[in-house]
């Protein structure tokens, strides 16, 4: 079993950067793969970074180039670095993990608001 603390949300302005961190418990968190998630208002929960066990990692082509996931298996911790924020990234953004011989992400933390005004 593994639970999944987000904390780092906030309100900023645009053109600034945030930095995510999401906290795990459980002996199982190094060999999952996590991903950082977001929901806007009206939209569909979208995968905008993840990370293997390995350190290969994967960007939403909307984030590539801003954002930059992170993961450290000894603490237990896996960041989301976020630069030049725009308003269209305001969203809840959660951590999630999974093993990878599933499709869908089984574990989730509870999600920590981005607000990001023009």
């Known amino acids: 079993q593994l639970q999944l603390v987000e904390s780092g949300g906030g309100l900023v302005q645009a053109g600034e950067s945030l930095r995510l961190s999401c906290a795990a418990s459980?002996?199982?968190?190094?060999?999952?793969?996590l991903g950082w998630h977001r929901q806007a208002p009206g939209k569909q929960r979208e995968l905008v970074a993840d990370?293997?066990?390995?350190?290969?990692?994967n960007y939403a082509d909307s984030v590539k180039g801003r954002f930059s996931i992170s993961r450290d298996n000894a603490k237990k911790l896996v960041a989301l670095q976020m630069n030049s924020l725009k308003p269209e990234d305001t969203a809840v953004y959660y951590c999630a993990a999974r093993s990878n011989v599933v499709r869908e992400y089984q574990y989730w933390g509870q999600g920590t608001q981005v607000t990001v005004s023009s």
């Open positions: 459980g002996s199982i968190f190094s060999i999952m793969r």
């Open positions: 990370i293997t066990g390995g350190g290969s990692t």
